[in-house]
């Protein structure tokens, strides 16, 4: 657009929100009925707007949009236009709950061209989502005749405007209750419904569906020096109670889950947040709106990024509202009610990681939201607490509270109020898994010996602290893998070297006699930090990452070796460095730890007792390097999930090529058979800390490779225990010695036949 066409378009100036909102109060209060008082809104919004349409449709069942009020429109279309939610501008705004605001709405893809409303003249169109309880209940809409650019305060205006409609199709006057709770919603009949698998394992229990209690009365204040001095109390309130809720979080053994409730604290506390919820309560609303209000619109702003963080950091956004909401209204939170059953559910539309711990952990079976992903703080919660979760995009709809459910986190589905052979089917599936979990917890104590004598070492595969009261209860020798990067990805800045030096010697002090490898930074790919921007990349995982970012920006590896340094002060320290290249690389980092280790020397700190170097093994070109870089190392650990996605060409992160090529395999076979002799030949420690080191059959095939130590996630320990104990290490490497020059796509189902015949426990 060029300057005098810019000039032409007329800004749009905001009306007095205050007098709006007072005037709107008025309507709400007075008589008449729903119908009435939506006519009277719609004609007060457009005269105090200057707009020359405002129009309101309500959501209907089966998902249409009926235009119910206008002023501007022709009348003879109300109760007669309807649109499908996706359907026009409208439907648009509807289907992604996000506000457009348009100069030019004719122009727009979706506009769809309504002749009964009379809209041949309107150039300009802004329109918000009417929200309540988390779902879009109708559309407002604005029209202007002369092309008109919208002020980014005037869409807040109107989605503030919007809340006060909201309470109204709410109230059932404009469409009856029953017809809005059974939105979208099926009969009671049994349902099976995929999702996806957030944390594995099997629960039943009865649904206790989790939402707001809070019903938002006034919107619209009286008194504003009263409302901000509400919030201030709340907000003391809720600051001493989630206080609280971290002590007994603590006490309870979750570890310290000190990395997530931080930052969840972080937010309670976060100035841009109370200060916008400061600024609705001056336009005129109740603190219980503004905080409300403050909320859609960080919805309605958000809901369009697709990144993990932001999208999980809204999770943790809604879990302070709602807490903020209960505070206000002096309720308390509904996980308080003795009346809950003894084995519940959790059924919500998001979660909090306090959320969910404000319900009896005894009680608790399993969860489903509706939003959420496995590196959700929720979720970390959840597997501490050992609760399958599941997401499920419309929960919500399809479960009512008290429904019998069943939740099966290893295959991503859940059951809803299952017939009675289902339920039995899963009595069963669970006892048969206690008992599994009850041999695997009698393997412990026992040695991790092979039935033919072999030692074999299983080592942890971590990343936060609440992962390390796992170390000890499952027997495990020690850390093979702790994953820097995940404290480093749950923070809002880039953390100081105290508070790194400070995690780091927590953990070696829970480790305590066992020995940690920590691995440096690994973020890029996959894993972006929130305050570290790489601009887009076209193939991330073949990017910036990792070491790579580790020798560009030498400072954070520095501030990072520097941090465990003087975290081991007498401790014997291994440091191992990611997605090593080429030898140059090693020898570039190793470089700077020796900067390091003399500097701290120099500054008369305690050096670590022993120092032991790595480096893994993800990137094939250092497969072909091995001879220069055998002698440069102590230990070397392959990354399984890494060096298959390279070998093969084929991201491990987009499902239709993650699962094509198995590491159990001919190529990755071969290739690891002489990577064990390399390292025998050279005397170097090596391990495998991927994926596969957890799965029985796949530890099975790395044993009789000659892999003699395996890192992986605390649960496998147990199986793969359970596994290697059963083994005949000999009767394998003889049998294997006939696979590496096979032409199979994938040796697993020899392997497996070697198991069932010589009674291996996979
Ligand atoms: C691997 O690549 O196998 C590995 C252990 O590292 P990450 O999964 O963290 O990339
Ligand atoms: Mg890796």
Redo the contacts with the bound molecule.
Sequence with gaps: MDTTERETIAAYEGPDSRRLLARLRDVMAGGGSGQDRLNEIVGLIAGEMRADVCSCYVMRAGEVLELFATQGLNQSAVHKTRLRVGEGIVGEIAAHARAMALEDAPSHPSFAYRPETGEDPFQSMAGVPILRGGKVRGVLVLQHKERRHYAEELVETLQTIAMVVAELVAAGELVNAQEISNQGDPVLLPARLSGVALNPGLAMGVAVVHRPQVTIRQMIAEDEGKEQERLSEALTAMHSAIDDLLAAAALAGLGEPRDILETYRMFAEDRGWLSRIREAIRMGLTAEAAVQQVQNDTRVRMSHLTDPYIRERLLDLDDLTNRLLLHLAGKKSEADGATLPDDLVLVARSLGPAELLDYDQRRLRGVIVEEGSPSSHVCIVARALDIPVVQVSDALNRIEAGDPLIVDGDHATIFVRPAEDIQDAFTQSMDLRARREEMYAQTRSLPSVTRDGVPISIQL?CGLLIDLPHLHASGAEGIG?Y?TEIPFMVRSTYPEVDVQTDLYARIMDEAGERPVIF?TL?VG?D?MLPYMSSGEEENPSLGWRAIRIGLDHPSLLRQQLRALLCAAAGRPLSVMF?MVAEVAELEAARNILNLELERLVEHGREPPSTLRVGA?I?VPSLLFQLPALLPRVDFV???????TQYVFAADRGNPRTANRYDPLSPPMMCLLRRLVEACSEANVSLSL???MAGRPLDAMALIGMGFRSLSMAPPSVGPVKTMLRSLDVAALRQYMQGLFQRPDHSLRPKLKAFAKDHGVLI
Excluded at 637 to 642: A, L, P
């Design positions: 595969n893998l994953r691995r690994d790919g894993k990611p893994m993800e650990s392959v990354g399984s999930n890494d060096l800390c991927g994926e």
